[in-house]
């Protein structure tokens, strides 16, 4: 087994909202500074002083309270994303999170590939990161803590180096580990400050002098006991947001904090292979008020491009109140994603109907979702009878688009025009007229339905008209009278 614990430990800071640029930071719990950013501690601000002392030493300083909540929240997204890497992901509270690698370095080729790649995303994400590899979760887990090069664990060939690996660990100071108060006293007293010296006593003395839970860590550490853990899993439903310092004033500066949010479903998607049938955006103002909007999606693939323009488009007619202090997306509707079958090379058709989705989304858009109806086949002899009016739907559309299963042998032309009611035509001399000459092309078929109302027998034809015009006209059988019934296009 090969395990990689990420840590975050300035996450305190970096998962509350930005101040303004270039002013020195605070996170304050318990009336004392918990952490500082560069530019107080350069002031001589630092964690455990009071606030009236750091303050002193800055004056300029902008504090911000401890938020573990959404320290959480940003936990919960690394671990969603460390999940595109691995099926076994944990978080180690309160600041970590250990994924199993073994499983993934055939994919990636090598484990040195597959860290850079890891790296870089939370360079991407302007977040400061402790990382560290090892061959149990919990010395993974406490080695990060020094944050050690990887070049000195792994050898050229992405190889854990093992023997490197426990000179490492020997060397951390026990000070840094998560121990008890009590027991890292304890441990002073006894003049062990690194966990080689730790590591070096016998488990029943150890056990005797410090307690059996010291000893069960140290076996986990070595993989002598097992480490069970509650596993990451995305959760059921979506919702993730963002806080803005002082507010945005409009739907335009929304853009790229909705653009981000949407860079987070798209990856919470990608973990649970499925697709969201809704969005739900929560808008929270400065003064206290709040609004929302809905929009359904009809898309049959996610693409953030698309769900961008709608958003936008949507933000339109949103007429803000004040200041956004808070913008929230959560999805609750889901479906399993299932690619339709495809061909080896995509058709103009194929991708025609993917992008019928988004259509018809804009459409409702625009134009609200009452306006836009579409015409659905029926089972009945006459054509006049052989279409109904309904809601437009991508799926209603994508069926009336698909290739039909009969031979062209057996299947007969119909306009996509029809003219209601049918026109009359003249004929002059044995030929036809209707706003100037018709020639016939093709037919007749033969249509004679409806014998137990009113009898209808017709036989259809395609005619040419003057000025180009494919036209579909009738006789009536029992009237012997010809009609124009529609226009192929």
Known sequence: MLWLCLRLPRLPLECLPPGPENTALAVIEDDGVMMANPLAAQSGVAPGQSIQTAR?????????????????????????????FSGTVNIAAPDAVVMELASSLRLFRNLARLYRRLIRAFRQRQLTVYSAVADTPLAAEWLSLSNPSLKNLVNAEGELQRPALAQALAALPVARLPFAPATQE????????????????PLA????????????????????????????LPAETFSAQRHFEGGLNSTEQLRFPVASLLDELKLYLQCRQCLNRDLHWQFDFLDGGRDALTLELSHRHFNKADVLELTMLRLE??????????????CEHFFALQAPPRGLFDSAATRQQDRLPALLDKLRLRLSAEAVAQYLPVDAH???????????????????????NASSSQQSLRPGWLVHPPQAITQRGGQLYW????????????????????????????ARHDDGRLCWLYRDGLTRAWYLHGFFA
């Open 435 to 462: 706003r100037g000459a018709l020639q016939l092309l093709q037919g007749p078929e033969r249509l004679d339905s409806h014998w137990w109302q009113q009898r209808q027998a017709r036989d259809y034809y395609i």
């Open 186 to 201: 304890m441990l002073h007293n006894l003049g062990l400050t690194t966990l080689g010296q730790l590591q070096a006593l």
């Open 317 to 330: 007619s949103l007429v803000l109140p004040g200041p956004v202090e808070t913008l929230t997306l959560s």
């Open 56 to 84: 002193s030493l800055c004056g300029q300083l902008h504090c911000l309270q401890r938020d573990p909540a959404l320290e959480q929240a940003q936990l919960r997204r690394i671990a969603l994303w460390a999940y595109r």
């Open 205 to 232: 003395s150890l056990n005797q002098r410090l307690g059996p839970e010291l000893g069960r860590d140290l076996q986990r550490l070595r993989g002598d006991l097992p480490d069970p853990r509650e596993p990451f």
């Open 382 to 404: 006459l054509p006049e009878l052989g279409w109904q009016s309904a809601a437009a739907s991508p799926g209603a559309l994508l069926q009336t688009l698909a290739p039909s």
